[in-house]
């Protein structure tokens, strides 16, 4: 690519980060997939092509498909031309991706997140440490049930993998 | 399989033995779905048949692809005898009691995750990608079997009779995850599957160290007719796949 043509390609691929921002969660709508760390990358190549790389967070998460039918949706809404939408499947999704943003607005929306595996979440109501696992598994493939014996309210978290 | 089949065909034929597993062991799996023992238990069983599936499809795709006969994922799913599916027969057993279920998955946990685990280096590069999505999923469903199988095993006298019953049932068919057939040393020869023999250790050490804590004892050595790896199943693979295919072979192509 000649060097003068650069900016513009930067700039049009920020435009397209800026619709993604848009597209939340289906299952989740409180974090947008720039938040999740599912949009892996927008290349923007001299061949008027925008490729956008998205990942699944599990294997099997039936969000995949809405997702990325979502993404489409905006993309093409928000008049960024000829869009290609990649599957990228290594390096596996991991939530450590989660944005600092995106995990604030988890917690704001209800849902703890785990840090660390083996530390305990904190409350997304009342902040209390003194909470207990009901079961490692949840609602969506990406939660754990947990129950804080402060507030006696169950909650969702986001599962660290 | 016979030495005479084509680099492309054997490569298919390992990876369909990995798809059919998760595909059978996650239908076995929503087999619980709304009469799990508890809410969690149901839920959880359900999540994990999820990631199973989905790790079904990207391998049959996979499977698809080299084929070269345009057979999609769900061609593969859908369209295939019993004697077509290569997964273990394990897989197809039964769910029997909630144990039962518990020592099927332990077993199969631990088959996968010590795959999956070598896999994550094999020369086909989209397998090593799946296998490192599978690995980290895979370690969430070993802990959550394991973890319950000691809670059975090391729990009441019901719950350890049930359990052990439950390993003495099901041990012969564990033979078929250790032993490798020619397919397997051939796809450890070219660098896409794990050394058989490595798998094998890694496998048994896991599962002494849970039968243990879970105070059960490895049963003896039993003789094992069946080889799901190469077409030869159990009568429940019919039954299991009665259900899953009956609605698209009743509507070829339908979609909602």
Same mark, same amino acid.
Do not use: D, M, Y
């Given at each position: 690519m000649s060097e003068p043509a650069r900016p513009a390609v930067r700039l049009r691929e920020r435009a397209v980060w800026r619709t993604l921002a848009t597209v939340m969660d289906p299952e989740i709508p409180a974090v947008s997939v720039v938040d999740l760390g599912i949009v892996r990358h927008v290349r923007a190549g001299p061949d008027a092509r925008v490729h956008v790389g998205i990942t699944p967070t599990y294997s099997g998460c039936p969000a995949t498909e809405v997702i990325v039918s979502a993404i489409r949706t905006a993309l093409d809404g928000a008049g960024h031309g000829e869009v290609v939408l990649e599957t990228v499947l290594s390096p596996p999704w991991s939530?450590?991706?989660?944005?600092a943003a995106g995990r604030r607005r988890l917690e704001a929306f209800g849902i703890a997140v785990e840090r660390v595996p083996g530390l305990v979440p904190r409350c997304p109501r009342c902040a209390s440490r003194d909470v207990e696992r009901v079961s490692e598994f949840g609602s969506t493939p990406c939660k754990a049930h947990y129950r804080c014996r402060t507030c006696l309210e169950p909650f969702d978290t986001f599962k660290c993998i | 399989m016979n030495g005479a089949c084509t680099a492309a065909e054997a490569h298919c034929e390992y990876v369909l033995r990995l798809a059919d597993t998760s595909l059978v062991a996650g239908q076995r799996l929503a087999e619980w779905l709304g009469h799990g023992p508890t809410l969690e238990e149901d839920l959880a069983l359900a999540n994990i048949a999820l990631d199973l599936f989905g790790q079904a499809r990207l391998l049959l795709t996979l499977a698809g692809r080299i084929e070269g006969c345009a057979r999609d994922e769900d061609a593969l799913a859908f369209g295939r005898d019993a004697a077509e599916f290569r997964n273990v027969a394990l897989a197809e057993?039964?769910? =029997?009691d909630f144990a039962q279920t518990i020592v099927r998955q332990v077993m199969l946990d631990a088959w996968q995750l010590e795959t999956y685990s070598s896999l994550v280096a094999s020369a086909d590069t989209e397998l090593a990608a799946i296998a490192q999505k599978a690995v980290k999923e895979c370690r969430y469903h070993w802990r959550y079997s394991s973890g319950w199988l000691v809670r059975l095993g090391d729990g009441t006298g019901e719950s350890h009779r049930r359990a052990s019953a439950a390993l003495q049932a099901l041990w012969r068919f564990t033979d078929e995850l250790r032993v490798a057939d020619e397919l397997d040393a051939r796809m450890a020869a070219c660098g896409i599957g794990p050394e058989p023999a490595v798998v094998n250790a890694r496998w048994q050490e896991r599962l002494a160290g849970v039968l243990e804590a879970a105070r059960l004892t490895v049963p003896a050595h039993q003789h094992y007719p069946w080889h799901g790896k190469r =077409?030869?199943?159990?009568?429940?693979l019919t039954h299991l796949l009665a259900t899953l295919q009956y609605l698209p072979r009743l509507y070829p192509g339908v979609s909602w």
């Open positions: 939530s450590r991706w989660l944005s | 057993q039964p769910n =029997g =077409g030869v199943h159990t009568e429940a």
